[in-house]
């Protein structure tokens, strides 16, 4: 193990020399060698528990304890079949909530993994981005606003460097960094040349060399920030598995006081009575709810995953089912982010450049230079070169083509001066550099070739033309001129960049403004997304709004959000009308604008407080170290997993991870269907319970004979919770999804159509069961076989019901409605094959007390079905019209 502790003490040069590194960082063979040496740069993992204590856990509920003391009751009194099945219903119970627990960990294991840090480093000469894990002590890490730390760091190079620290030092104001060393005995907050793991870079840009990794670092030596797996729960998880707390409690009670009248006032004996009221117990408390619940969750989290949606934090997943704004960012979210230079004003003339993506191959034309002369013999030297150098991107060539290592319009500009000059960057060496900031809104560095010294400056045409004085040939310069060459340009859907130069053997921020030789122009498109196009229109199908806020020129943004098909496309506010608006007059006329321009981080903040006043549920997307204000403030924050920062992506509830439109989209969609599957399991879990209970409690109320017995409604509440309950976690989509309008925020799981479902199942489960029961003790059956019509007739209704609840928003007689998924099939086969053994296997029928069941009782409790469906269905389409007249 490297011993760090003295790092913060030595030179860049020493501590260069102590890990064999080189400031160009290592090869990638090295790196390799000390990955095998050191481990990945990984943190110790919390402990957890082993899948005996997982299993055991599941025994720990009120409900068990109740069922575990009848088991010793029944055990005691020698029934033995009785006991089996109470025992039967338990451990099943315990397995299916172990399971479903395994699940929702592997589920949130796989998310940690792909939400997995990431790095840039120098390695082999050359920019690369790796995954945190396989940083190595000697890697030379690249460092700018936003991101975190990877590992910990000995700075060589920085630029206005700060970083948060509170973490470690609980020091909320971020500390400043740089190269020079400190005394040995620093305290940890007062070692200003080093960089810990885990803090975040709140401004500025440097250059670190790695001195130690994993449990290694300072973070690693202090045991905190464990990485653990994040418990699979939410506000809705926690509030049914309360619901269940106290619906257990009152069920108790209702029983224990069903117990008292059965045995005090109707005389029934004492063990019937009490198998009696364990049989209403379990049946109406939905014990498995929350882990079906959970599951739901968990399936929700790994469908959006497939669909490049990470979820951050779980309540996100029943939060996004409800937006009903979508602010969006523009460049490679709605578009392509594979920009290419386009267009070039020069003072000599206009330009125009061909080629596709980040290849540096292409065509030059126009007619920068007068006369005969091509304009390939007239290459734009100076601009080209300024496009190069004022550059920290790098470009790759891959078997699928060129991409890009950094900004894609950094990517872009050196393509294009690749074009010019093959090469710009051959026997130029960077000297310094002042990295972009939404506040100067420009880039500038200081680069040095064979003695001479050059500084270029690119950013914001707004703020590059105001520091330039003059034209490389000496002559006036005319800001305004330009601006309107940048507006037109701009109209022409390109986003525009404005560079300049000057010479100078320091890099002073003071000295640019007035002080720079225009350069020129340049004009960057990156066209929309075909799927962006489609997402959009889907979006507003199901009532959602799409707005675009973005940083470019008014005119490009109009442009793209024409091209996408945003609603109000022909009005767009810039930055410059947010700030002359203030919070009531935003507030009126945020709803009738899509388009907002030039806007900064602190604009976004404003625009969602804006959209929450009129009560919208508000996604917002981000990528900087300043977008974290309002992606906190946002219902959903959405960070971009690609160029988002480290900053955006804690701040944020979901990542996407290729920064694509289309995946927000598919998230809302995912979101809505797992809200639709919570409903159905809720739906289907808390009527069916009461029914299962109903006819015992109303048949002990009046004092008749039971028509099914306690033993077969274990039965039933056995194989059908285990079955039939769960299918419901796997629905698909359904069809209009997509097309109805957002839910309010304040919706309530537990409705009083809820309520009046469960009465209302209740009631006809009761009846029918009571119906057939009487129907076959009028033909003559024994008392068993009456009931064995009944306890046939409970899991037929059941099974039909579930296809009723399949479709809360059609009919279960639709083409969708009948066309159940795998889960639903196999799940029925199970519950109606178990069924079928009850019925007919004699050792079942001592057992459960049933007899074997005609083709005519099949029929007539077909029939029961099929009528009990036919009503629900007419009860939903008469519900569904009052909600819905037009």
Same mark, same amino acid.
């Given at each position: ?7 913060? &003490? ?80 338990? !451990? ?162 209702? &029983?224990? #006081? ?63 089912? +409800? ?11 709605? @578009? ?78 050196? +393509? ?67 601006? %309107? ?26 000295? #640019? ?22 997402? !959009? &229109? ?60 030039? @806007? @900064? ?25 300043? %977008? ?24 944020? %509830?979901?990542? #996407? ?10 998230? !809302? ?79 309530? #799981? ?35 076989? +009456? ?46 094959? +178990? ?24 029929? !007539? ?26």
């Amino acid at each position: 193990m490297i011993d760090q502790i003295a790092f913060h &003490a030595r030179e860049k040069g020493a501590a260069l020399q102590a890990l064999n590194a080189t400031p160009d960082g290592l090869s990638g063979d090295e790196a390799a060698r000390r990955l095998s040496e050191h481990g990945p740069n990984r943190l110790p993992e919390a402990a957890r528990r082993g899948a005996l204590m997982r299993f055991l856990v599941q025994f720990n509920n009120v409900l068990i304890y109740v069922l575990l003391a009848a088991a010793l009751i029944k055990a005691l009194m020698g029934q033995w079949i009785d006991t089996s099945v109470i025992l039967a219903v338990v !451990v099943l119970n315990a397995i299916i909530g172990f399971i479903q627990e395994g699940r929702a960990e592997a589920a949130m294991e796989a998310i940690r993994d792909m939400l997995a840090p990431r790095a840039a480093v120098l390695r082999d000469g050359r920019r690369q981005t790796v995954d945190g894990a396989d940083l190595v002590p000697g890697d030379v890490v690249l460092l700018e606003a936003g991101d975190k730390v990877p590992a910990d760091l000995r700075i060589l190079q920085a630029r206005g460097l700060a970083a948060q620290e509170a973490i470690l030092t609980g020091e909320s104001v971020p500390v400043e960094k740089g190269m020079t060393p400190v005394d040995a005995g620093a305290a940890l907050g007062d070692r200003s040349s080093m960089l810990w793991s885990g803090t975040l870079i709140t401004q500025g840009a440097g250059r670190g060399l790695v001195v130690a990794t994993g449990a290694g670092t300072e973070i690693g030596r202090i045991g905190g920030m464990l990485a653990g797996v994040e418990k699979l729960t939410t506000p809705l998880v926690a509030q049914m598995d309360r619901f269940a707390r106290w619906l257990s409690l009152f069920i108790l009670t209702v &029983a224990a #006081l069903l117990f008292a009248f059965g045995v005090f006032i109707r005389g029934n004996p004492l063990d019937e009575m009490f198998m009696a009221v364990v049989a209403v117990a379990v049946s109406s408390i939905p014990e498995g709810l929350p882990a079906v619940l959970t599951i739901t969750l968990a399936l929700g989290v790994q469908a959006m995953a497939r669909r490049n949606a990470i979820v951050r934090r779980l309540p996100a997943i029943e939060t996004v089912g +409800a937006v009903s704004v979508i602010c969006t960012d523009k460049t490679g979210t709605l @578009t392509r982010n594979e920009m290419i230079v386009a267009l070039a004003e020069l003072p000599e003339g206009r330009l125009e450049i061909t080629g596709e993506g980040y290849a540096p191959e292409g065509e030059i034309t126009g007619d920068a230079k007068t006369g005969d002369a091509k304009t390939r013999d007239a290459k734009p030297d100076a601009l080209a070169l300024a496009a190069g150098l004022c550059n920290d991107a790098d470009l790759h060539q891959r078997p699928d083509g060129w991409a890009v290592e950094g900004d894609p319009m950094e990517g872009a500009l050196l +393509a294009f001066a690749m074009k010019a000059l093959d090469d710009p960057r051959a026997g130029w060496s960077r000297i310094d550099a002042i990295p972009f900031d939404s506040r100067h809104r420009y880039m500038a560095t200081l680069s040095e070739k064979d003695g001479t010294h050059l500084v270029h400056v690119k950013g914001a045409p707004e703020r590059v033309l105001g520091m330039c004085r003059a034209l490389p040939d000496g002559g006036a310069f005319d800001a305004q001129e330009w601006h %309107d060459h940048a507006d037109r340009m701009a109209a022409e859907g390109t986003r525009v960049l404005a560079l300049g130069m000057m010479k100078a053997d320091t890099l002073e921020e003071g000295a #640019l403004d007035g002080g720079l030789t225009f350069l020129g122009l340049v004009g960057l498109i990156d066209p929309p997304r075909p799927e962006a196009i489609e997402a !959009v &229109a889907e979006c507003r199908a199901a009532g959602i709004g799409v707005k675009m806020i973005t940083g470019d020129h008014a005119g490009t943004a109009g442009a793209i959000a024409a091209q996408v098909g945003l609603e109000h496309a022909d009005q767009v506010l810039t930055g410059a009308d947010l700030e002359a608006m203030d919070d009531a007059r935003l507030a009126q006329v945020v709803r009738e604008v899509d388009v907002f321009a030039r @806007t @900064t981080p602190e604009h976004k903040l404003r625009l969602v407080k804006a959209l929450q006043a009129h009560g919208l549920t508000v996604a917002m997307t981000g990528d900087g170290v300043n %977008d974290a204000p309002a992606l906190k403030r946002a219902d959903i924050g959405i960070a971009m997993g690609q160029k988002g920062s480290e900053a955006a992506k804690e701040a944020s %509830d979901l990542v #996407l991870a290729d920064d694509n439109f289309a995946s927000i989209a598919a998230a !809302v969609r995912e979101g809505r269907t797992v809200w639709d599957n919570i409903r159905k399991v809720i739906g289907w879990t808390l009527p069916t319970n009461a029914g299962e209970s109903s006819a015992i409690i109303i048949a002990i109320l009046i004092g008749v004979t039971l028509p099914i017995t306690a033993l077969q409604v274990l039965w039933v509440n056995m194989i059908t919770s285990v079955t039939l309950g769960i299918a419901l976690a796997f629905e698909p989509t359904e069809k209009a999804t997509m097309q109805r309008p957002p839910r309010a925020r304040s919706a309530s #799981l537990l409705s009083g159509a809820l309520i009046w479902h469960v009465v209302l199942v209740g009631g006809l489960y009761a009846a029918a069961m009571f119906g057939i029961f009487h129907w076959g003790t009028g033909r003559g059956y024994a008392t068993e076989h +009456a009931q064995t019509l009944a306890v046939t007739t409970l899991v037929v209704l059941k099974a039909f019901y579930l296809f009723h609840i399949r479709s809360i928003h059609g009919s279960a007689f639709s083409l969708s409605g009948l066309m159940a998924t795998r889960a639903v099939w196999v799940t029925l086969a199970l519950a109606l094959a +178990a069924q079928a053994a009850l019925v007919y296997w004699p050792v079942m029928q001592i057992g459960f007390g049933t007899m074997a069941l005609s083709a005519l009782d099949l029929g !007539v409790i077909l029939a029961l079905g099929v009528a009990f469906l036919i009503i629900i269905e007419l009860e939903k389409k008469v519900r569904l019209s009052l909600r819905d007249p037009g």
